[in-house]
């Protein structure tokens, strides 16, 4: 019989969606999503070090905390001999000023939504963790219903907003 995946609150508490998912409810969400991504790390990391983080707190105000999360996940994902693809800190520096870039003129603020990107390295290097650990991700990876309803609602929504801008703008 080969070996069965460990269910994933007890082999590894780290919340690591497929990158697709990742991509879509950020961008859907207008970076709500990143912010529950955060959330959910934080409270993994509480969990794995006993500490009195308020995850919640941290995760709302991720910009300034992504650097403390960035590198515990990296060294979480170290004892396994994995390595994060970029620093932690750069990661965290190009994490801030994406948040900054929402309060551009014009449409500069466009550059928020890709708010994600800095926590793809993160992410994909715990993907590889789970996979060493033999995790089942795919409750992870999976779109629910709520999911679905939010790309859906949110990819509308966002569409509507490209063809406002460009109604506004296409003139000039």
């Not at 590889?128 to 995790?135: G, I, K, L």
């Not at 629910?144 to 309803?149: E, R, S």
Request: glycine share 6%; proline share 5%; aromatic share 14%.
């Amino acid at each position: 019989t080969g070996v069965r995946a460990q269910p994933i609150s007890e082999a590894a508490a780290y919340y690591s969606p497929s990158s697709m998912k990742l991509v879509v409810l950020s961008l859907t969400t207008l970076g709500l999503y990143v912010v529950y991504w955060f959330w959910r790390n934080w409270q993994a990391i509480q969990r794995e070090t006993g500490g009195t983080q308020w995850p919640w707190a941290r995760a709302l105000f991720s910009p300034l905390w992504a650097y403390l999360c960035f590198r515990e996940l990296r060294d979480a994902a170290s004892n396994r001999r994995r390595d994060l693809a970029c620093a932690p800190g750069l990661l965290a520096v190009t994490y801030f000023l994406l948040n900054l870039a929402a309060r551009l003129p014009n449409a500069g603020w466009l550059l928020a939504l890709f708010v994600f990107v800095p926590l793809l390295p993160v992410n994909s290097l715990l993907r590889r963790y789970h996979q060493d650990e033999r995790v089942d991700t795919e409750r992870m990876d999976r779109f629910g219903a709520l999911h679905i309803l939010v790309a859906v609602v949110g990819g509308l929504f966002l569409l509507l907003l490209f063809v406002a801008m460009f109604l506004t703008n296409g003139g000039r």
